[in-house]
């Protein structure tokens, strides 16, 4: 028996891999699916099934892409329904893959489909549970994404609370939680950085899973405190269930290089958002005028869904070189599908062409602290609520820029401002969004709170 985490730090997400005798199965895959194809070829296996934990609403699943290129059954929990063929496994059905098998657990409660599976080894013993957004490391999956036909986040949190004690508790303590996401996704409040864990250690350690906790005390503490979803959630969550287009389509129409004067023209026949994806210093040195910043190596996907409200707006983008199919793989991931081309030569071949280029002020933090006490300038901290209250300057104003969109109008366009994240990627984003909307007196502060704390203790 084999088992594989397959851990993508971008999505905070974990997919699975399972192999005995020959037999595999994957567990919640993520779009691209050629990485489980050549894992089950490499070891002369044939991929029989993909189980999901429930509709994914953070990530596109690979699951139909996988079905159709394996001929692999896709299996769901209880109360799934979908557009496209998939099984329905009843609570405690059991599906064998060589000579170990798969459990349905029904788990009711982060969504109403959501199911355990659980791993039983070669001699029948339960070994380990796949929870999907049931149980975390740490935590247990919010309660508000499924709320319809009359069902309150407060009712799913008690049907949550009923499935963590009466299915998932039961089990021996040496079993072993194998999540869908660990710290950095938004589909729990304190998810621990551990990918993986015994389910002892997390009865001793999970908040959720204390003993003598009641349903009444469990309803209230699971639903205080939720951020609200990101926009993209319910649009993943509505694609998982219809289906969507074969991924070497989209990359076929994503990854194509396009010449600046090409370049320009799709951007003006459809209306298409430019989506810059290099490092900060690039963007802050020049990029094209109302680009949108959101770069590669930050939080990429999830800031994508986040900010870009239409998940069927036309995308061409500017990208490190070499990394253009990354680009559209990962928003893809998140369902953007309608990528159309990337800048050939990228932003070098747009200025050699003798077009314009854009720039953002950008300050140090010593700069920034000097200056500050001089000008009549507002301070934006655009860092989460929490993080805001952790630590802030006395006159900054805190607009995350998770809420960017419904809080555009408190920012005065004819007032100089200083805008400040953590450590100048968010604050970039925010910038950029703002400029492509006709602001001009922004400066980003580089280094962000972390560079002017500690300016500040040292001073």
């Known amino acids: 028996m084999k088992i594989e985490q397959i851990y993508t730090g971008c999505l905070a997400q974990g997919a699975y891999y399972i192999e005995s005798e020959g037999e595999a199965a994957i567990i919640d895959p993520l779009r691209e699916v050629a990485p489980y194809i050549k894992k089950a070829k490499d070891a002369n296996a044939k991929i029989k099934y993909i189980f999901e934990t429930h509709f994914h609403a953070d990530f596109v699943s690979g699951h139909i892409d996988l079905a159709r290129k394996t001929g692999a059954s896709i299996i769901y929990g209880p109360e799934a329904s979908t557009e496209y063929e998939i099984y329905n496994a009843t609570d405690g059905q059991e599906f064998e893959i060589g000579k170990v098998k798969l459990k349905a657990i029904h788990t009711p409660g982060h969504t109403l489909e959501s199911t355990t599976w659980l791993l039983l080894d070669e001699s029948g013993k339960p070994h380990a549970i796949f929870t999907g957004d049931t149980l975390f490391i740490g935590d247990v999956g919010r309660p508000d994404l499924a709320i319809k036909n009359g069902l309150s986040q407060e009712d799913l949190a008690g049907m949550l609370y009923d499935s963590l004690r009466n299915k998932i508790m039961t089990l021996p303590d040496e079993v072993i939680v194998y999540p869908a996401h660990g710290a950095g996704s938004a589909c729990g409040k304190n998810m621990s950085k551990e990918t993986f864990d015994t389910l002892g250690n997390q009865k001793n350690t999970n908040y959720a899973l204390r003993a003598n906790m ?71 040195a020049g990029h094209i005028p109302n680009s949108i910043f959101i770069g590669i190596d930050g939080g990429f996907a999830p800031w994508v ?6 998940i069927n707006t036309p995308i061409l983008f500017i990208a490190p070189e070499g990394r253009e199919e990354e680009v559209v793989t990962r928003l893809s991931r998140v369902g953007y599908d309608n990528t159309l081309g990337y800048l050939k030569g990228g932003v070098e071949a747009w200025k050699n ?32 609520p929490s993080e805001y209250e952790g630590g ?44 492509a909307r006709g602001f001009t007196r922004l400066t980003n502060v580089e280094g962000g709170w972390g560079a002017i704390k500690n300016l500040l203790v040292s001073h």
């Open 214 to 284: 009641t349903k009444e005390e469990f309803v209230k503490e699971l639903t205080t405190g939720i951020l609200p979803a990101p926009q993209y959630f319910a649009k993943n969550a509505m694609i998982n269930k219809t289906g969507y287009e074969s991924l070497d389509a989209i990359m076929q129409r994503g990854a194509v290089g396009h010449s600046p004067e090409e370049f320009e023209a799709i951007v003006n026949a459809e209306d298409a958002l430019v989506l810059d994806t290099r490092s900060t210093t690039e963007f802050i």
């Open 305 to 310: 869904g986040a900010l870009i409200t239409d």
């Open 353 to 384: 062409s003798g077009k314009d280029l854009s720039t953002v002020e950008s300050v140090t933090a010593e700069k920034f602290v000097e200056e500050v006490t001089t000008r009549s300038s507002s301070v934006i901290d655009v860092r989460k």
């Open 392 to 435: 802030h300057l006395d006159h900054a104003l805190n607009l995350p820029l998770d809420f960017i969109n419904e809080q555009m109008n408190q920012v005065d366009k004819e007032k100089p401002h200083y805008i400040h994240c953590a450590g100048g990627y968010r604050s970039l984003i925010y910038i950029s969004i703002l400029q």
